[in-house]
């Protein structure tokens, strides 16, 4: 039996959650976009590829958003977690470039209970940590029907409190929500 | 006091010249000159005259473009330094000072010993000086400037009146040259012909109507200071003692409707050595009880060594912040999250905190500009004609022929095929702009959906022709 996807998204608040793959980037613009709150996107100042707002602005409006620049993984978890402790954001976006240990991603976990905000992790493929409530991976599909579509394979690799699962999903920028569009045959 | 030639002298005192020196000013679209020193007038050369012109007559003249901001603040500095006199000094015009000495002559040994330490004073610190003493305002600013120090006022020619132009010269047509001539004058018709101003000033300077002289008030100083008995080691110790520093610092910026925009607590050790902690703020704020728990970092990490005797606290960079109507019903406090910004910027620094502002322009990396949040307020206004992709990077060529995009081609090393090309949409590049990565001419870009999923966004340069991948969509 396959879980709505409704129960597991929006993702968990006082959480912190992980997503990787082609799509991820834009797994965590949607995810941010429907804490309806500010949120920070934390990188590393070397990394490149950086987010385009313009291509932001139809997932997750460019205002909502600040961006810190570290200048290693240190530093980017200890803005992290005080970011989370706070509770000032709705969300807080790490992109990390090294595996977290047991520790790192536990006091991660602490910190978004104690603030109540969703931290959402984009790791690179393989560097999951255990701490994490769920894990995602996130593929981009061939829509051979509609142009500019956003057709993407969500599928929920980890879930520490549910079954696993995969969605075919579209971002609709009408209704601003996700649209599941068939049951792939899981 | 008069400073003849602040101007000059302040340029000259950091940097000596040993050449005819002017300072020029842009009036009237012409580099005219502003202020010039001793050997510059020796050759004839004076104030207001065209620099074209005093270069012909001055070959080796240096100058350089006057700036009266500076000389402004020169003046106040010297304003500063006047008060060692006595403590009633205002500043006179642009250039001058005047000073109230009643009473406090008899400090240095009298009224001419006062003025023999101005003027050695002056001299030592390379400020030429003319100084004028008398029992009233307008005649110390005549002597000054027409006179020799003391004297009377009689034979001084009419201008030393603080009159106008027009009036000295109407005054000197009328056959009255000399001050002595005007007081010897019928007052009525004087009047009649030049109105009250210049029996007033002729009274002022006589001492038969008072002139007062307003001193400037002291720029308020946002600054705490504290020393101990005995020198203080333990960290709560420490934030206590900054606790009672920024109560009165608070206390002022709210009696000024000011905030601190940046903190700087320095500590001095029985050692003498001192050390600084510095707190950037992400807004103006005065409320100590939200200050302090920032200062919370900076403390820790400061090495009291043998312990501290003296803690000094100075709100550095300042801003207004008037009152503000306080909200009710919003669950969020607004400053919690220039709280958080604050206390994040004291680790990696305020300005690799930003955001994204909008910018108006085609080229996909100038699209939006980015800029630190703390110094910038959220813009709406985001927009593109047609859809951009959600990252961007540097353009990665892939090996492709033709202005067609290719049907399979390869990216970071996966073999991609092409399911859909939507394009091309010619973007040119921003010619009044210096652009390396622009070199390449104009750029046709394509969206391609591939087979395998990922939505790329490639551009072809038909002026040097390639293909590139600068971006991947959503």
């Known amino acids: 039996m396959r879980p709505d996807l409704s129960t597991l998204f929006p993702l968990r608040a006082g959480r912190v959650h992980e997503a990787y793959g082609p799509a991820a980037t834009a797994f965590c613009a949607v995810a941010a976009t429907l804490t309806r709150g500010t949120c920070l996107w934390i990188r590393e100042s070397w990394a490149g590829g950086g987010l385009n707002p313009l291509g932001l602005a139809p997932l997750l409006d460019p205002a909502r958003m600040l961006s810190a620049r570290t200048d290693h993984q240190a530093d980017s978890l200890a803005v992290a977690e005080e970011a989370l402790r706070d509770g000032a954001l709705s969300c807080v976006l790490l992109e990390i470039t090294r595996p977290l240990n047991l520790r790192e991603g536990r006091r991660l976990q602490l910190a978004a209970r104690a603030g109540g905000s969703t931290g959402l992790c984009l790791i690179p493929e393989g560097m999951g940590s255990n701490a994490s409530e769920t894990r995602w991976h996130v593929s981009p599909l061939f829509d051979p029907r509609q142009e500019d579509s956003t057709l993407m394979r969500w599928e929920i690799k980890k879930n520490k409190s549910g079954t696993i699962g995969a969605w075919d999903v579209r971002w609709s920028q009408e209704t601003r929500c996700m649209h599941v569009v068939s049951p792939p045959g899981v | ?474």
């Open chain 2, 1 to 474: 006091m008069w400073f003849p030639r602040l101007a000059s002298d302040r340029i000259l005192r950091a940097r000596p010249v040993d050449a005819p020196f002017a300072l020029t000013l842009n009036r009237q679209n012409t580099d005219r000159i502003h202020c010039l020193n001793r050997q510059a007038e020796t050759l004839g050369l004076h104030r207001g005259m065209n620099l074209a012109d005093a270069r012909a007559f001055c070959p080796g003249l240096v100058s350089q473009p006057a700036r009266p901001d500076l000389d402004a603040r020169f003046l106040s500095a010297l304003r500063r330094w006047a008060l060692r006199y006595c403590p009633w000094v205002a500043r006179d015009g642009s250039d001058g000072l005047m000073l109230d000495i009643t009473g406090s002559a008899h400090l240095f040994g009298g009224e001419e010993a006062l003025l023999d330490d101005m003027r050695a004073q002056a001299e030592r610190s390379g400020i030429t000086l003319k100084l004028g003493l008398g029992d009233t305002r307008g005649a110390a600013w005549a002597l000054a400037h027409h006179g020799d120090t003391t004297g009377a006022l009689g034979p001084l020619p009419v201008a030393a009146l603080r009159l106008d132009e027009a009036t000295v010269t109407a005054l000197q047509r009328l056959g009255l040259r000399r001050i002595s001539d005007l007081t010897a004058a019928a007052r009525a018709p004087l009047a009649r012909r030049f109105g009250p101003g210049l029996l007033t000033r002729l009274d002022q300077a006589l001492g038969h109507v008072p002139e007062a002289i307003s001193p400037e008030p002291e720029p308020p100083h946002y600054a705490a200071r504290l020393s101990f008995p005995e020198p203080i080691g333990l960290l709560p110790d420490v934030i206590s003692a900054t606790e009672r520093l920024l109560a009165p610092l608070c206390d002022k910026l709210k009696a000024q409707e000011m905030g601190a925009r940046k903190l700087v607590l320095t500590l001095r050790r029985v050692d003498q050595d001192s050390q600084q902690v510095e707190l950037r703020l992400a807004s103006p704020m005065r409320d100590p009880a939200r200050i302090l728990p920032l200062f919370e970092r900076g403390l820790g990490a400061v090495d009291a060594g043998f312990g501290i005797d003296v803690m000094r606290l100075e709100a550095v960079a300042i801003e207004s912040l008037p009152e503000r109507q306080i909200g009710h019903g919003s669950r969020l406090r607004p400053d919690q999250l220039n709280d958080l910004i604050t206390r994040i910027g004291t680790r990696i620094g305020l300005e690799n905190i930003q955001r994204f502002l909008p910018a108006d322009s085609h080229i996909p990396e100038r699209g939006f500009v980015i800029a630190p949040a703390a110094f910038s307020q959220p813009e709406t206004g985001w927009s593109s004609p047609r859809p951009r992709p959600l990252r961007l990077f540097a353009p990665e060529p892939i090996s492709a022929q033709g202005p067609r995009p290719p049907n399979a081609f390869r990216w970071r090393r996966m073999m991609l095929s092409t399911g859909r090309a939507i394009g091309p949409e010619r973007i040119a590049p921003e010619w009044w702009l210096e652009d390396d990565s622009w070199r390449s001419g104009l750029r046709d870009y394509w969206k391609i959906d591939t087979l395998e999923g990922r939505r790329l966004w490639l551009f072809y340069t038909p002026q040097n022709p390639g293909w590139f991948v600068q971006g991947e969509f959503a």
